[in-house]
């Protein structure tokens, strides 16, 4: 999959003519700011799940999208500041704790958490796809499909984990009236 990625990136690259870009648009300095900034809140409340699971294919999974978020929201701070963009305020990273100190009725299930995760990972593959369709210039474009496709990544390793631990959400199964599954 990522060969197919980086094979699609290297033709779009080869495709345009940008020497020296234009100045970026307030659709993309906006699309550009707000992802960061979802980072950025993402990067807060992963860290505090790693503090409330003991659970350590989880755990993984959170320190594996926190470690991805950290390297998208490096390249967007160079980039912004590169095109001479405000940054959004970050948030101070959340102290280490002992998640079997944590009260019940405080303390959120694994279950949530993993659901939570799924959630800021769909948006962020959401946001960074429609970046990726308007932005005009090819170095925008390509670095929110990159981003994408990275999120994309992960949230198929999360599906996995939720699907063999039963905590993904799936609604209910819709069967046609006249088909032989449905009931009469």
Not at 9 to 22: A, H, M, R
Not at 102 to 120: M, Q, R, Y
Not at 144 to 172: D, H, N, S, Y
């Given at each position: 999959?990522?060969?197919?990625?980086?094979?699609?990136?290297?033709?779009?690259?080869?495709?345009?003519?940008?020497?020296?870009?234009?100045?970026?648009?307030?659709?993309?300095?906006?699309?550009?700011?707000?992802?960061?900034?979802?980072?950025?809140?993402?990067?807060?409340?992963?860290?505090?799940?790693?503090?409330?699971?003991?659970?350590?294919?989880?755990?993984?999974?959170?320190?594996?999208?926190?470690?991805?978020?950290?390297?998208?929201?490096?390249?967007?701070?160079?980039?912004?500041?590169?095109?001479?963009?405000?940054?959004?305020?970050?948030?101070?990273?959340?102290?280490?704790?002992?998640?079997?100190?944590?009260?019940?009725?405080?303390?959120?299930?694994?279950?949530?958490?993993?659901?939570?995760?799924?959630?800021?990972?769909a948006?962020?593959?959401?946001?960074?796809?429609?970046?990726?369709?308007?932005?005009?210039?090819t170095?925008?474009?390509?670095?929110?499909?990159?981003?994408?496709?990275?999120?994309?990544?992960?949230?198929?390793?999360?599906?996995?984990?939720?699907l063999?631990?039963?905590?993904?959400?799936?609604?209910?199964?819709?069967?046609?009236?006249?088909?032989?599954?449905?009931?009469?």
């Amino acid at each position: 999959m990522t060969n197919v990625l980086e094979a699609a990136i290297d033709t779009i690259k080869s495709l345009t003519n940008e020497k020296k870009p234009q100045p970026l648009h307030v659709g993309e300095v906006m699309a550009c700011w707000f992802y960061l900034a979802g980072l950025e809140l993402a990067k807060v409340t992963v860290q505090s799940g790693i503090n409330t699971t003991n659970d350590s294919e989880l755990q993984n999974m959170l320190k594996e999208d926190l470690e991805l978020n950290k390297n998208q929201r490096e390249r967007l701070y160079t980039f912004l500041l590169k095109e001479g963009i405000t940054l959004p305020p970050a948030h101070e990273d959340m102290p280490h704790s002992d998640p079997n100190s944590i009260p019940f009725g405080v303390k959120l299930k694994d279950e949530v958490l993993a659901n939570e995760l799924s959630l800021k990972i769909a948006s962020l593959i959401i946001r960074a796809a429609s970046t990726h369709a308007e932005s005009i210039r090819t170095d925008v474009g390509i670095m929110f499909l990159q981003f994408q496709a990275e999120k994309v990544m992960l949230g198929a390793k999360l599906k996995q984990l939720m699907l063999t631990r039963g905590w993904i959400k799936i609604p209910p199964l819709f069967v046609p009236p006249g088909t032989e599954h449905s009931q009469t």
